[in-house]
């Protein structure tokens, strides 16, 4: 991507429902921006769009797209990146599958997903589509820790308009289970190296030596951590846990990340669903292996494959009968628990629970207490020390809550969303050893087949960058500022080794605490109960997780967060917040046209990215666009113009409209740049008087069928007709 083709800024093309709003939203931000010389183009990190680039051997010319993703990641790398980062799909096995047949059927001569590679060829293309799965995309662009925060205005908001809170009872039987032993967190071991190194991992077994990788480098000043999970202990856990649900009468439900840990979960996960079925994998484990079945794919898959088989059938409905309720995805249509992997995603699922006063959706369509299955305790007793909180205090008072900001250490691939190309399934028992190159035996561990072994590192320069965030943001706001480190957890453990020295040079050790995150938790919750506001400063799975946990208690929802990724070449990657629910909002759109999706964070998002582009480049007129955008924000939550949950309410193309209503006033008002505000007043002026013409047209797109082309390529055409319905809006904007 060379600099003179590089727009000023970059929006990034994704998937689902924040893709489709882009639809509707990047010609008003072009059309703005571009009175300001600034440019807006896109480039395409969607899973489509990275199966494509991976491929271009068998496509057309036509078809043909470049590697949007490695260009990026190059971008972010230097002083000029300015990128808005929509939330993209973070695919499991099911869904890269789907896609995949999804553009076959489209013409694109795209090869299978080889479930289980023989020939050198499969091997290679199955590397190339494993290279896409999971959390494929963040790692390459988060060249730099993360900033996340409500901003003031949402905030605000939030409090004169608080969201309903489900009541938490004392006696609520919901509780968080978790491994005792045998789990990531009880085997961790790491170090810090002293100088760089180079190693290679090992499985030395009674038959000899086998490589599992080798060439991983790492510069000096790196946490380098090893682990593993007994697939014994695993199995003997959800079997205890499946039938302690059933003695309590409550929902069983399994919560992990199978999209951004791409390789461990989907097994874990996988184990849950044999669990489940012990009894018909014990009798027809063989049969359903002949039919393809992998239960790593979830329980939908096997059904689908087996569906035709009437005894194993029979055997699945009687093992189904004698077991607890399911946590259900959507009961209404039987989508379980363990359907698809990807379905139930810990950072959404776990705050939804939370903030519904701990009840999930059982199978007859009724909320009930849960039994919340976490394995490895890492990070589980977050979720426990809330639960145990809100029993003994009852839920949040949005209305009088302070608000919990966020620095999360992630910056070149840190901690465990890291550990992809380090993660095995241990075939044969034996040792895995890390051999560095003078022969020093950094890790090992003894291990049985099954079992799941995983290095994970944290590079020094993102650390101190991570310290010396959390150091300016606590000066910036004077709040109670905790690093959540647990100091009995070894990565943890070399991680206050670098804090602490830190801490003390800088002379603000009395400014910060260090408490592991159980405690951490309890500090936070007590801490916003009163009014008050802390900041957590924590790695990078508690960054992804506390940053949908406070936020859905806070505002109701994650997706409306200010997200700032401070590039530590001098960039900015400006995230628009998360996208859990986004596949429910399209399929509403498909169904009903209607598009629920609230770009609030993308505008958040928008007005810290004018701002930074006048900095970086000196153009004042693009700070004025960024003030602008926040008057517009405000604008649309003062006056209630976000997207409703119905059709016939307001939607996201509604709100666009309004947005770039209040936009254009605001530009038109302002007095710092004469020529932006001549510019504008004619806009303002056609929008306004537009409205009736414009809210109508919106209205009667909704309420039938929306043909997008695709899901996860849908047609551009056809989605912008579906996403730019009004003929006047259109006229205005260009």
């Known amino acids: 991507m060379s600099a003179e083709n590089t727009p000023d800024i970059i929006y990034t093309k994704v998937d689902e429902a924040p893709e489709l709003a882009s639809a509707s939203l990047l010609p008003i931000i072009q059309r703005f921006a571009d009175a300001a010389g600034v440019s807006v183009g896109t480039r395409d990190i969607s899973l489509a769009g990275r199966i494509i680039a991976a491929f271009p051997e ?22 000029e990146a300015n990128v808005i980062k929509l939330p993209n799909i973070s695919a499991s096995v099911p869904q890269l599958v789907a896609a995949i047949k999804e553009l076959q059927s489209q013409g694109y001569a795209l090869p299978d997903y080889p479930e289980t590679p023989q020939t050198d060829a499969e091997k290679e293309t199955r590397a190339r589509y494993d290279a896409i799965k999971g959390s494929a995309v963040n790692p390459v662009l988060r060249e730099g820790n993360s900033d996340r925060r409500a901003a003031a205005a949402v905030k605000s908001f939030a409090q004169a308009n608080p969201h309903r809170m489900g009541a938490w009872s004392s006696g609520s039987k919901t509780r968080v289970a ?8 009880s085997n ?24 599992l990788k080798e060439g991983v480098s790492y510069p000096e000043g790196t946490v380098v951590d090893a682990t593993y999970m007994s697939a014994a202990a695993l199995d003997a856990f959800l079997a205890e846990e499946i039938a302690k649900t059933k003695d309590e009468g409550t929902l069983f439900s399994l919560h992990m990340k199978a999209t951004m840990m791409k390789v461990s979960d989907p097994i874990i996960f996988g184990h849950a669903v044999k669990a489940w079925l012990a009894p018909v994998f014990e009798q027809f484990g063989d049969e359903m292996a002949a039919l393809g079945v992998n239960p790593n794919s979830g329980l939908g898959d096997l059904l689908d494959r087996v569906k035709g088989n009437a005894e194993i059938m029979a055997a699945i409905e009687a093992v189904t009968a004698d077991r607890p309720p399911m946590y259900m995805v959507d009961s209404d249509r039987g989508i379980t628990n363990l359907h698809v992997p990807s379905d139930v995603i810990i950072d959404a699922s776990m705050p939804a629970l939370i903030r519904a006063g701990g009840k999930g959706w059982g199978p007859d369509g009724n909320e009930a207490d849960a039994n919340c299955v976490i394995p490895d305790n890492s990070y589980a007793p977050v979720y426990d ?23 999360g250490l992630m910056a070149q691939k840190a901690e465990e969303y890291g550990s992809h190309p380090t993660t095995f399934e241990i075939p044969e028992d034996g040792t895995v050893k890390m051999i560095l190159e003078d022969g020093t035996v950094l890790h090992q561990h003894a291990v049985q087949a099954g079992d799941i072994w995983r290095s994970a590192s944290a590079r020094k320069a993102p650390i101190e960058d991570w310290v010396n965030l959390a150091i300016e943001r606590q000066a910036a706001t004077g709040y109670r500022a ?39 938790t309890r500090a936070s919750l007590e801490t916003i109960t009163k009014g008050e506001n802390t900041i957590a400063i924590t790695g990078n799975v508690l960054r992804d997780y506390l940053t949908d946990l406070f936020p859905i208690l806070e505002l109701a929802t994650s997706a409306k967060m200010l997200s700032i990724v401070k590039l530590m070449q ?43 582009l006048a900095d970086a480049k000196g153009n004042a007129k693009a700070r004025v666009l960024g003030e602008a955008v926040e008057v517009a924000t405000q604008g649309i939550l003062d006056h209630g113009r976000s997207p409703g949950r119905k059709v016939g309410q307001t939607d996201n193309r509604d709100s666009h409209y309004w947005f770039a209503r209040y936009w254009a006033e605001a530009l038109a008002a302002q007095g710092d740049d004469a020529d932006l505000a001549a510019h504008f007043a004619p806009i303002a002026k056609a929008l306004a008087e537009g409205e009736e013409a414009i809210v109508g047209e919106l209205a009667a797109a909704q309420g039938s069928p929306a043909d997008l082309g695709g899901y ?23």
């Open 58 to 79: 068998t496509l057309t010319e036509e078809q043909r797209q470049s590697d949007d993703l490695a260009d990026l990641g190059e971008l972010v790398k230097t002083p």
């Open 178 to 185: 978790s491994m005792s032993g045998g789990d990531f967190f």
């Open 188 to 211: 961790e071991v790491s170090a810090t190296l002293d100088k760089p190194a180079t190693a290679r991992i090992v499985l030395e077994t009674a038959a000899g030596e086998t490589v």
């Open 385 to 407: 020390e809330a639960i145990a909180f809100f029993k003994e205090n009852g839920a949040l008072n949005p209305a009088t809550a302070g608000t919990v900001q966020n620095l």
């Open 482 to 520: 905790i690093f959540w480190l647990d100091e009995t957890r070894a990565h943890d453990a070399e991680l206050i080794k670098y804090v602490k020295p830190i801490l003390e040079a800088k002379g603000v050790s009395d400014r910060f605490e260090i408490m592991a995150p159980r405690e951490a």
């Open 570 to 612: 001098g960039g900015g990657l400006f995230e628009t917040g998360a996208g859990g629910s986004a596949p429910k909002h399209v399929q509403q759109l498909q169904a009903e046209n209607h598009l629920r999706w609230d770009s609030l964070g993308e505008f958040c998002a928008l007005g810290e990215s004018f701002k930074f």
């Open 712 to 734: 996860y390529h849908t047609d551009p055409a056809k989605t912008a007709a579906v996403m730019r319905p009004s003929a006047t809006l259109n006229a205005i904007i260009g």
